[in-house]
């Protein structure tokens, strides 16, 4: 549920900030902003409950306990990274452009999280294979985002707002 509210401040923010960037090239409008710092406080509360959950199922994971331990400690380094990225962004002392750089490579790191604990917790009966088809999936979509932030060099925004407009590059 938490996962959902943040995609719709998230849809929010971009149906009206894109509509105001594109058409003025001016600040976003007062719901764009509060609609986007809205989805940045909801991923902090997702990162938080995902870091009970990997805790949580780490005895249930069919792996020997050092790659259990290693696998928990990794994802929940990239929790902590993300909230703190997250609050930084929100109060901002980060811009979107830093924030990136810390949470892109993070999400590849849960990703990883995702695709072990699926299998493995699949293994011990822990989760079903409903959430396992569901882990392999969202986990090799965040492999996948990690890994293309670090391949295509970063973040990158159009330099001239009328580029969202027409979708072209800049």
């Known amino acids: 549920m938490v996962g959902f509210a943040t995609t719709v401040f998230l849809f929010v923010f971009y149906a009206f900030a894109g509509l105001q960037l594109s058409s003025s090239g001016s600040n976003a409008t007062p719901l764009a902003v509060i609609s986007g710092v809205a989805s940045d406080l909801m991923i902090i509360v997702q990162m938080l409950l995902l870091g009970r959950v990997m805790v949580a199922l780490r005895p249930h994971l069919a792996l020997p306990n050092p790659i259990k331990n290693a696998l928990t400690a990794a994802g929940l380094i990239a929790v902590a990274a993300i909230v703190i990225a997250q609050l930084l962004l ?46 392999l999936i969202a986990g090799g979509a965040a492999v996948i985002l990690g890994a293309s932030y670090l391949a295509f060099g970063g973040y990158s925004t159009p330099s001239d707002p009328r580029a969202l407009r027409n979708n072209i590059s800049t």
Request: charged share 15%; hydrophobic share 45%.
């Open 90 to 135: 929100v109060t901002r002392v980060w811009t979107i452009k830093t924030n990136s750089a810390v949470t892109s490579p993070a999400i590849g790191l849960l990703g990883v999280w995702m695709i072990a604990a699926s299998v493995s917790g699949r293994r011990t009966g822990a989760t079903g294979r409903g959430l396992k088809r569901l882990g």
